[in-house]
């Protein structure tokens, strides 16, 4: 059966961890070819093959220039330099048959399942020529991953993409709640223009929330070398060997930076789901739960969890879904979260032919199904986090409060290649369950009140989107 998966937009968003992919096994996380009875899907085995090493390896020149001495030098002589030799490269030919194999294998999936059939305006056979040829000049398997990369990208859509077999057993462990590794145990989002890292997550009992690290922080430097330099987030600031310590400079909105000593320490477990009871003016108690993404199968368990816990002492009056850097994942989890807040037909998926209608049969957590629904929106909600909100929308469920998203719905499909690297394909779009003129890939999602909020420079606090949602509870 085919699974499909709705991914995250390719943006300035950063995993603060080592989380981070025929006969192409398809893995689909959405749509079956046939409408699915239930909100969930089920995956195929994975076929894969163990990577032959390759190796590239420069033969130095071996020619040398020896000069001849003279008595007297005359004064007409000029010497001719000898030509350096260019190093050669050892083309390993069992890697380069390995790499055309799933090469064929991509890009064949890409001709025959990508949802645009003019590829975006590119020529997609002129990109099989140009691509086959620098693989067989030869490439290291790290560049053949980078080129493959390359050749995904191309398609332009901001949503297909490739992994390595690497990045691929990442993914999986991260969707799986397997998260596991060393460091301060923060998830957060680079801004390059302030050199600095934007806190959105805190695992709980990490480094970081020992240390005083709160959402919303901003980490400045480790050990007194900025975290952002030329070419990016400087990973390795943050992650270490266990036990070793470092000095990071934070600031808090509105506050002077400061610096605190963390030990890294082992990460792992669940992605976290904050949670909180917050009042408006008039006392109505309304429920507050922050929605990082839909990629940990554990999230809608963890969401429950929230519900209840946020119900024991009295009833909530309302419930707030902080959407806003929700950049999507998987559609099972986007399916089990939404089946708190609706029931029926939620959409459709949307392919080459025809459509198929996707529906989910509603489970009530304390009155989950018919509480006011506020979700927040911005342009950090991508992919499903969009869907998500579009669809509460148009059902009439929810109000949306926020910034207009971007638009980014195709639908990806998951291949598995022979290699154990994954192309994550746009081979669907999502349609909303009421008709309307509006297109979602094009327009993005229009909140119903347009409030402004810069995460690094508020709190939950000094928070507008936040004020306005409690605000909206008290009408």
Not at 123 to 136: H, K, N, P, S, T
Not at 234 to 250: A, D
């Amino acid at each position: 059966m085919e699974m499909r998966i709705f991914l995250r937009r390719s943006l300035f968003l950063l995993f603060l961890m080592v989380i981070l992919g025929c006969k192409a096994t398809q893995v689909a996380w959405l749509a079956s070819p046939t409408p699915p009875p239930t909100a969930t899907a089920t995956a195929t085995s994975t076929v894969t093959a163990s990577p032959i090493p390759a190796s590239s390896t420069p033969i130095p020149p071996t020619a040398t220039s020896t000069p001849i001495p003279t008595a007297t030098p005359l004064p007409s002589a000029t010497a001719t330099p000898i030509p350096s030799l260019t190093p050669l490269v050892v083309i390993d030919p069992l890697a380069t048959t390995r790499q055309l194999a799933t090469f064929e294998e991509l890009w064949s999936i890409v001709k025959e399942n990508y949802l645009y059939r003019d590829f975006n305006g590119l020529d997609w056979d002129a990109v099989y020529q140009e691509f086959r040829q620098q693989i067989e000049a030869g490439l290291s398997d790290s560049g053949y991953y980078h080129t493959m990369n390359e050749m995904i990208s191309r398609l332009g859509d901001d949503h297909s993409s490739y992994l390595s077999p690497k990045d691929a057993l990442e993914d999986d462990q991260m969707r799986q709640g397997e998260v596991d590794y060393v460091g301060i145990g923060v998830r957060g989002y680079v801004i390059p223009e302030k050199s600095s890292l934007t806190v959105l997550l805190v695992y709980p009992g990490s480094p970081a929330e020992q240390g005083g690290i709160k959402m919303h922080d901003n980490i400045l430097a480790v050990d007194g070398q900025p975290v952002i330099n030329d070419e990016g987030i400087r990973r390795n600031l943050l992650t270490g060997p266990e036990g070793t310590t470092i000095n990071i400079t934070v600031q808090s909105p509105g506050q002077e930076p400061r610096t605190i000593t963390i030990t890294r320490q082992r990460v792992g477990g669940a992605l976290p789901v904050p949670y909180s009871v917050l009042t408006t003016s008039q006392g109505k108690r309304i429920g507050y739960i922050f929605m990082y993404s839909f990629t940990d199968t554990t999230m809608d368990d963890s969401i429950a969890q929230a519900l209840n816990v946020m119900s024991t002492e009295a009833p909530l009056d309302g419930l707030i879904l902080d959407n806003r850097y929700n950049l999507g994942g998987a559609s099972d989890v986007l399916l089990d979260t939404m089946n708190y807040f609706t029931s029926g037909l939620v959409g459709y998926i949307v392919d080459r032919q025809q459509d198929f209608p996707l529906e989910v049969p509603g489970m009530d957590i304390n009155g989950s199904q018919t509480k006011p629904l506020v979700v927040l929106v911005g342009d950090g909600t991508a992919s499903f986090g969009e869907v998500f909100a579009g669809v509460l929308q148009n059902l009439g469920r929810a109000y949306l409060i926020g910034e207009r998203t971007d638009g980014n719905v195709e639908i990806l499909t998951v291949f598995n290649l022979t290699d154990g690297s994954r192309a994550q394909i746009a081979t669907n779009t999502f349609r909303p369950p009421n008709p309307t003129d509006q297109n979602w890939e094009e327009t993005g999602i229009t909140p119903d009140q347009t409030v402004p909020s810069v995460w690094e420079e508020i709190t939950q606090e000094t928070d507008p989107a936040l004020k306005a949602a409690l605000d909206y509870f008290d009408r």
